[in-house]
């Protein structure tokens, strides 16, 4: 089995301050983790992937997230936060639970930039 | 045209309508699939299709069927719908790998459906 869980339902930031939007997941085979944005009214769009490479994974747009196995977390940062950041971002799982990969996501984190 | 696109954008239909919807992929994917995203609630999947064939179907209610003619199209039949079923219909593609692999999904914009 697998899940993730977001630990925050809201993230609200000033422009220029860095952001932390926390991920923990559960999975009994070897994951791959993803996180994705969306903004109002769109689709989902890949920041970036980890898929047992490197632990820490340089995204789009100045993100990056951190895979730590000991504490199972996969956590988004950003070194500064700019006003087009503020959208719901999903932190999702997928392994070889059950003999498929399909992906499972978290509830997702709204994060509000502050001018 | 690259990527995942999805027709119509908008669709107001009244509980009574049968409407379908239409997801295209252009990237040369194995799987496609349906979530339904409501306000205030977490992402849900509805369909999985991997070469054509459904591999998951998440306790969908019946008034929702899915028909996948190729690997590159995937519709939402929808009939009888209720007003609870407004939301956010997302398509999505992918590889979807049977040994040791995980690729990322690629969205569509959504079908936003409003039913009066």
């Known amino acids: 089995a697998q899940s993730v869980t977001q630990l925050d339902s809201h993230v609200s930031v000033s422009e220029g301050t860095p952001v932390l939007l926390r991920c923990n997941y559960s999975s009994s085979y070897s994951p791959s983790l993803f996180w994705y944005v969306q903004h109002p009214n769109k689709g989902l769009q890949l920041l970036l992937k980890?898929?047992?490479?490197?632990?820490l994974v340089k995204g789009i747009n100045g993100f990056e997230a951190e895979f730590k196995k000991s504490e199972t977390s996969f956590h988004l940062t950003k070194p500064s936060a700019h006003m087009s950041d503020a959208a719901e971002y999903f932190c999702v799982v997928s392994s070889a639970s059950g003999g498929s990969y399909i992906p499972t996501f978290g509830r997702g984190t709204s994060l509000i930039v502050h001018p | 045209e690259t990527g995942v696109t999805q027709t119509p954008r908008h669709l107001v239909m009244g509980m009574t309508n049968k409407k379908s919807l239409k997801c295209e992929q252009h990237l040369g994917h194995n799987a496609m699939y349906w979530y339904k995203q409501s306000a205030k609630k977490p992402l849900e999947l509805m369909f999985v299709y991997n070469f054509k064939e459904q591999t998951e179907n998440n306790s969908v209610p019946s008034r929702f069927s899915p028909e996948c003619p190729n690997s590159s199209h995937l519709f939402l039949h929808l009939h009888t719908l209720q007003p609870e079923d407004s939301a956010l219909y997302l398509c999505?593609?992918?590889?979807?790998?049977?040994?040791?692999?995980?690729?990322?999904?690629?969205f569509g914009p959504g079908t936003r459906l409003t039913v009066t």
């Open positions: 980890y898929t047992s490479a490197a632990t």
């Open positions: 999505a593609s992918s590889h979807l790998g049977t040994s040791g692999a995980s690729y990322e999904q690629y």
